[in-house]
DNA sequence: CAAAAACTTGACCAAAGTGTCAACTTTTAT
DNA sequence: ATAAAAGTTGACACTTTGGTCAAGTTTTTG
């Protein structure tokens, strides 16, 4: 008790300054890139004086990696619960509602990582990258075990993980986008839906009436 | 013959020197954005004196625009070709081909616009948004024909398209985690036709076996 | 409650970036 | 050939940015 309230008002502070330095830049980061993001920019949208954002970050870069751990980490929670185990269809229909449920409500974080892709990846770790293919291994694994079992037809489950990330992430990556075609001002939970059901629809049975 | 000679020869350094500078923009902005990247660098790739790149541009927002302008010119020439006359099968395997070519061979334009989108698209103008309102439009139209014909099954063709656009640019916007994905160092492509099959056997035949 | 640790901040500096200009060279037109 | 137009460039002035620091205040700890 006495222990956990040391540590806990000890950081107290510091964690909520952090919180607010770290949402001011992933924002940022998300529309304007790493280099295009000024440090004071981040102190201004953090509400802090530059000194004072300096007295917990280094600099930019130790924001950004800082950021990319979260959003990495972020990603894992969100998806470690899809069950794969169930049916193909069951199994697709819920990857491709959580991938797009996760480009809806985390569309920051989707975009600050589609900038850091567009710029090459430089700064994922050997680690981070690593962990990715094995998750993304995990996932073939299972496309793989369906093939054999004669559940789908006989493709490249890498490209076919790839049209899914595609697929959902251009909702939140490029959201202008959707909005033009849509001819919407404002993307709602509605066109989510819609975007679910054709996608899945088009996953599962192609768009050719047989 | 007179008059022509005098027409090229009178632009011949300007308009070579455009081109040098714009190339190098066109590849430091596909990679850092418009506010990442520095007007010094642009001249500093082009291999001219900064104020000899003012002389042919007023700013970075001027090369900018002239850029945006070029993109959805090569946008056009590209797709305009594209015959959706043909049956479904013929015309979407024809369209995917198309926009995974593009993606190949344009990476640097497809990425410079993905900054361009990420930012929220500000630099585009209302007319270049009709443009591509139009232009979309017209492939939309196609499709609502083939559902009204029974040719394909009843989906809403802007998510449709979306998903196509999507599958194919992410080629050339997310080259580092198709990558990774593929394990391979470097995209070839044979790469890029196994995604072409994997896309159009996926969106014309669906993936369950029947 | 006193000392230590944590936190805050204005002021400052050096480096980088933006944009201008006048003097110069090269090209073009007559 | 020569004047006008087009192109080139070093140097300069001004602004923005990144980063430090020392002197303060607040919070924690024993």
Redesign the pocket.
Known sequence: MKKN???T??????SK?EVKILNAAVLLFSKKGYDG?????IAKASE?????????F????EIYERLIENVLQGWDNAFEHINLDLEPSQAISAYIGAKLDYARVHTIESRFFAHEMLRGGEFLTRKQRQHIREVTRKHEHVLEHWISQGKIRDISPQHFFIMLWASTEFYANFTNIVELTLEKRKLTKKDFDVARETIVSNILNGCLVK
Not at 9 to 14: A, G, L, P, T
């Open positions: 309230s040391i540590k008002s000890e950081k107290k502070i510091r300054n993001t000024r440090f004071m920019d802090l004086p530059k000194a004072n954002v300096y007295y917990y280094a600099n930019k870069n």
